[in-house]
């Protein structure tokens, strides 16, 4: 007989996990008590919200399923922040709640809620642990849900007396972590189609999205392109699925960090092939990109989505891995169609050079383009760039250029939060504990969970934060001006150092004003073991190049 957290804690060893990470409260003492019996490292974070992007981050570049302890009531309200993100992304994570005993909750005890329905929307599955046996079965089945299939969120409310009572219940043996735990193979009939439009193609282009970042087929995807000379363009959340450096890579398409070229090459396609994206309203610009009369391949693994916004001539539910591996084993070389790539490829740096100007401008206060520029030139092959949303994801989502296929740039589509960005990449730290990985952030963004600075620093993450402070909101203001000529609580309080708050939670922190400084204060950060940020002080009047719908 064994505690039942003792018997999850081995789950999760098991299952291949090393890390998790949360918040404690009472509920959870067995929990806790469990884990530091095992060999499972905690990470502590500043709130289950940002324990929850930890796991989210941690889950998409260990490729292991994240887990998140938090209280039931609060706790569980806050979790959802971060299981809005890992739904929207199809990112593995199982959030466990502490809730009250059986015999009192919902009697006006502490800390009590409804967790199921708290998080039932962001969640594939939630379940309530009735007892010890079923508890640790519970959790079993959300491993697996979360990990088979579609990857995805789910929640197991663990009452406090079930966590501290005894079970015999073993884990099954062969319970894993990592995903996908099932590959569905495309049928032969699927692939020859596909390649039958491919034969017939004189302009065709792949638009990647983040399924086959999520499907680890990066690899795969990059050689189908190269061997069929089929140029790529990603949606901001599929960036770097190919590498970006990479002849036939245009980059990111759409309606905001975007690259022309990329446009251009979807507008003027005679055969689009979908790989893993929603094809949603940015990615399509509104819909209105993908022409309407060539024919449409779609592959993903989600049902869900696979022909909701385009309906497609060949549709394939199936993994990305196993389609594109076939994709590439029976794709032939044409002529023409490389001549093509050559060509969009010289666009692209023409695209790229018209924007030099901006990437290396030495204008006081800095342009945002600076910043990418200077990430561009300092960043190594290895890094892995977390971006928020809001401008400095569409200026990084343009011009910030990644040169390793897989996860080599992480932006919130899931949710579209501008909250994400750090306590993300500092799971996805924890994960890649050997590569640079740089937070870019917004200051409005960075504000939501800036304590988590104290987790960087005491948990030895020597990531780099860097903040584009322009003292607004400035995406807002750009929006509320523009659609009614209005700036309405956009501005914070001017001068908020953000490298004083660093140093005040334990990082490094430096204020850059000089655009010269930039590189080196980079350059230095990823050399320092410390957490470090870098508070940049930027134009409040630059706005990235936007397509409005
Ligand atoms: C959690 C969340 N709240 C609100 C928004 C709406 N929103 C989009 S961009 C933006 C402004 C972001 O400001 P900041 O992080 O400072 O970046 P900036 O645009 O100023 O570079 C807001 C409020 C959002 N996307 N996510
Ligand atoms: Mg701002």
């Not at 790229?352 to 800095?366: G, I, M, W, Y």
Request: glycine letters at 10%; one cysteine or more.
């Amino acid at each position: 007989m064994a505690r039942t957290t003792d018997a999850v804690a081995a789950l999760f060893e098991a299952a291949g996990v090393e890390t998790v990470f949360g918040f404690p409260c009472e509920q959870m003492d067995p929990y806790y008590a469990s884990l530091a019996g095992s060999d499972l490292r905690h990470v502590l974070a500043r709130s289950e919200a940002s324990a929850t992007l930890m796991a989210d981050g941690y889950a998409r570049a260990a490729r292991t399923i994240g887990v998140v302890d938090g209280v039931s009531g609060p706790g569980a309200a806050y979790m959802s922040v971060g299981l809005c993100e890992a739904a929207g992304a199809s990112s593995p994570v199982l959030a466990l709640t502490g809730g009250n005993d059986r015999e009192t909750r919902g009697t006006g005890v502490i800390q009590d809620g409804d967790n199921e329905a708290i998080l039932d929307p962001f969640t594939a599955s939630t379940a309530d642990a009735e007892t010890p046996d079923r508890a640790v079965a519970a959790v079993e089945h959300a491993v697996r849900e979360a990990t088979t299939g579609v990857p995805s969120p789910v929640h197991v409310n663990l009452p406090e007396d079930v966590m501290a009572a005894e079970t015999d219940r073993e884990p099954r043996g062969d319970v894993d972590g990592t995903y996908p735990r099932t590959r569905p193979a495309p049928s032969d009939d699927s692939i020859a189609a596909i390649t039958d439009l491919l034969a017939d193609a004189e302009r065709p282009v792949i638009v990647a999205g983040e399924g086959v970042i999520r499907a680890g087929a990066s690899d795969a995807l990059s050689a189908f392109a190269e061997t069929a000379d089929v140029p790529v363009v990603t949606s901001m959340n599929g960036k770097g699925a190919v590498a970006e450096t990479a002849p036939y890579a245009l980059g990111v398409v759409g309606r905001w960090g975007f690259c022309q070229v990329a446009n251009d090459a979807v507008a003027d396609a005679d055969l689009v092939i979908g790989l893993g994206t929603r094809f949603g309203e940015l990615t399509s610009v509104g819909w209105t990109l993908v022409p309407e009369d060539v024919p449409l391949v779609h592959v993903d693994l989600d049902p869900a989505w696979l022909g909701r916004n385009y309906e497609p001539t060949v549709a394939v539910r199936a993994d990305l891995r196993a389609t594109l591996d076939a994709l590439a084993d029976a794709a032939t070389g044409d002529a023409d169609r490389a001549a093509r790539v050559d060509d969009l490829a010289a666009d692209r740096a023409d695209w790229r050079a018209a924007h030099e100007d901006d990437l290396t401008s030495d204008e006081t206060p800095v342009k945002p383009q600076r910043v990418v520029g200077e990430l561009n030139e300092r960043l190594p092959a290895d890094a892995i760039l977390v971006s928020a949303t809001s401008f400095p994801g569409f200026f990084s989502g343009a011009f910030y250029e990644t040169e390793t296929a897989g996860l080599g740039y992480l932006q919130a589509r899931g949710s579209d939060g501008i909250n994400v960005c750090l306590p993300q990449a500092l799971g996805v730290q924890v994960a890649r504990p050997d590569q640079p990985v740089v937070a870019l952030s917004g200051d409005g963004g960075i504000g939501y969970h800036v304590a988590d600075l104290e987790t960087a620093a005491r948990e030895d993450l020597p990531i780099t934060v860097v903040v584009t402070n322009n003292d607004s909101l400035g995406s807002s203001k750009m929006s509320q001006l523009g659609a009614y000529n209005v700036d309405q609580s956009t501005d914070f309080h001017d001068g908020v150092d953000y490298a004083q708050v660093a140093r005040g939670f334990g990082c490094a922190g430096e204020r850059v004003t000089d655009p010269e400084r930039i590189g080196p204060a980079i350059s230095e950060a990823l050399e320092s073991d410390e957490p470090t940020l870098l508070d940049v002080q930027v134009d409040p009047y630059a706005a990235p190049p936007v397509l409005v719908e």
